[in-house]
């Protein structure tokens, strides 16, 4: 199960995951898109034994974990940047802007940006330092698109109703979610993911696109 958005949404749009991961193991994730990074641990896993429970799931936990992830609707990059810089020592992962704004996984630009130093004709320190920015750069410029979608679903679409963006999602082709997930998407996906009655009304996607989000931070 990819995706199961039939749980209780109240004010964010969540939904559980449910993988195989041997005869009898399964891998349960409960997953939240709300507006701030709060977590309640305690209600999160009560919500999760309760799913379980109902479907007549009651081994053993070999293990759990649990997280905040961004999700990025806008901001000063440049100025991010600037504020991180270490002159001299590249930078990379999430900490260095290699992350899909929407999803907050990093694991695709993870595998590229371990290729360019693998490939780089320069490995000093300052070389590496420039190159990495440089492509942070260029991600940061590539992945507007997501940046937008995301400035769309959180400033347009109710947190009770956000699930409906979703549900027209996953009835696209699975090749388009997957290239949409590697933030690969081209031209024709995000026509197609555009098209059809939107799931948010059109005023308020529109004051979402033009609104200030609030600015790039990160807690120390
Ligand atoms: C529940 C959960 C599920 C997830 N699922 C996925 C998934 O399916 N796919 C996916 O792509 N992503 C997933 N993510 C996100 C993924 O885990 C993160 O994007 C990834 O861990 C980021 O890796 P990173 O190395 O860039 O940064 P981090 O994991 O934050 O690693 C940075 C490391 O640097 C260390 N560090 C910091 N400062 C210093 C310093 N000055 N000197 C030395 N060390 C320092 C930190 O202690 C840390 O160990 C998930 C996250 C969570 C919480």
């Not at 034994?49 to 799931?57: F, S």
């Amino acid at each position: 199960m990819i995706v199961d958005a039939t749980v209780g949404q109240s004010r964010s749009f969540r939904f559980v995951q449910v993988l195989p991961l041997g005869e009898c193991e399964l891998f349960i994730e409960d997953a939240y898109y709300q507006d701030s990074p709060v977590l309640d641990h305690d209600a999160a896993t009560r919500r999760l034994d309760r799913y379980a429970g109902r479907r007549g799931w009651n081994g053993e936990m070999s293990g759990s974990e649990s997280g905040i992830l961004p999700v990025i609707a806008g901001g000063d990059f440049a100025a991010w940047q600037d504020e991180r810089r270490i002159d001299g020592v590249g930078r990379i992962g999430v900490h260095a802007g290699f992350v899909h704004p929407l999803t907050g996984y990093t694991v695709p630009f993870a595998v590229e940006t371990a290729l360019a130093i693998a490939h780089a004709k320069d490995l000093s320190g300052p070389a590496l330092a420039e190159m990495l920015d440089e492509r942070a750069q260029a991600h940061w410029k590539a992945t507007g698109y997501y940046r937008r979608v995301a400035s769309m679903l959180f400033g347009a679409a109710r947190a009770s109703k956000r699930w409906k963006v979703f549900e027209r999602f996953y009835h696209l082709p699975s090749a388009r979610i997957e290239r949409f997930f590697a933030a690969r998407a081209t031209g024709l996906d995000r026509l197609r993911i555009a098209c059809g009655k939107p799931p948010v009304p059109l005023l308020r996607a529109l004051r979402a696109l033009v609104t200030q989000r609030a600015p790039l931070l990160e807690e120390e």
